[in-house]
C-alpha cells in the first residue's frame, strides 16, 4: 500500500535517497527530528547521543511509532492492530524491496541513537509512515 500512497507526481523516496538526506546533515539527526508535541508533551525526548533537536532539515521528522498490522478486515482496515513505539520511534518505508517475497525496506530513528538505521519488514504486517517526494522532470 505505501508504494500507491503518493499522489501523482510524488513518489516513495529510495534508501539511497534516505541515506543522502542523513549524509547531507553529516549524519546529525537531530536535524531530521521535529520539535512536535502531542497533547502538551514533546514527542522527542532529549538523548545526548542525539543532541539538540533542529529539524534543521525541514523533514520534521516525528516519533509516530509503527503498527503491528493481522486480519485486514473486508473494509481495509486492521482492526486488531497494534500500535507500538510511539515518542521513541519513526519510521518510513523506502521505494526498495527486499530479495524476499513480501519484504521491503525501511528506513528508522530511534529517540536516542545517533544514526539512521535501516531495517526491512514484511510488507503485510508491518505499518510504517511514509515521506513521498516529488518526481524529477
Do not use: H
Not at 546529525?28 to 508533551?41: E, K, R, S
Not at 528506513?107 to 508491518?126: A, E, H, S
Amino acid at each position: 500500500d505505501a508504494m500507491t500512497a503518493c499522489p501523482e507526481g510524488w513518489r516513495l523516496p529510495t534508501d539511497a535517497e534516505w541515506s543522502a538526506a542523513a549524509e547531507e546533515y553529516d549524519n546529525n539527526i537531530a536535524a531530521l527530528m521535529g520539535n512536535a508535541y502531542f497533547n502538551g508533551n514533546l514527542m522527542w525526548e532529549y538523548w545526548p547521543a542525539v543532541g539538540e533537536i533542529t529539524n534543521a532539515s525541514g523533514l520534521s521528522m516525528i516519533p509516530a511509532g509503527y503498527a503491528m498490522l493481522s486480519g485486514k478486515a473486508s473494509d481495509g482496515s486492521y482492526p486488531n492492530a497494534q500500535f507500538q513505539g510511539n515518542n521513541q520511534y519513526a519510521i518510513f518505508w523506502t521505494a526498495d524491496t527486499a530479495e524476499e517475497e513480501g519484504m521491503a525496506y525501511y528506513r528508522y530513528l530511534i529517540c536516542d541513537q545517533p544514526d539512521m538505521q535501516i531495517g526491512k519488514g514484511d510488507v503485510n504486517t508491518l505499518g510504517a509512515s511514509v515521506r513521498c517526494v516529488r518526481e524529477s522532470k
